[in-house]
């Protein structure tokens, strides 16, 4: 992986987990979010997927099924309405505050490969937590079109 690359693109993990931390402090008390707060979660939900999807881009590929439950993780969060996020942002900052100690370099990221499990076991709490039952493997374009349906009624 090519120096500038990979600089820039831990630089950009960086300032994605600081907004993330962020985020997560502005949620920590909510139960029954407002308008306002289920934007927050949303973006929220949305810059976790774009950390871990591009770490999986990035030539990570232990990430990838990871990326694909983030990814249905911000679907979701998009459309959630009337549920209660606590255990959701309590298990996205410990999940982000786990990933906010090995983004520093190469060495770091592939150290977070081994821990993998535990990330993706807070993943899997905060799916079932927003009612999520099944990871896709999307394969065709009717799988994409079954995900995009989500966001009709929004």
Do not use: H, W
Not at 57 to 64: A, D, E, L, P
């Amino acid at each position: 992986m090519e120096n500038e690359t990979l600089r820039v693109f831990l630089q950009e993990a960086q300032d994605l987990l600081r907004d993330l931390k962020g985020l997560c402090a502005s949620l920590r008390n909510v139960d029954i979010p407002t308008n306002d707060e289920y934007a927050s979660l949303n973006e929220l939900t949305n810059k976790l997927n774009r950390l871990i999807g591009g770490t999986a881009s990035m030539g990570f590929s232990m990430f990838t099924p990871l990326a694909r439950k983030t990814s249905l993780l911000a679907a979701r969060s998009a459309v959630s309405r009337s549920t209660s996020i606590r255990e959701v942002v309590l298990n996205l900052n410990a999940l982000i505050s786990v990933c906010s100690m090995y983004y520093g370099s190469l060495e770091d990221i592939q150290e977070l490969e081994l821990r993998l499990a535990d990330v993706e076991k807070r993943i899997d709490v905060c799916m079932q937590l927003l009612e999520i039952t099944t990871t896709l493997d999307i394969k065709d374009q009717k799988d994409v079109d079954d995900i995009m349906s989500l966001f009709r009624d929004v």
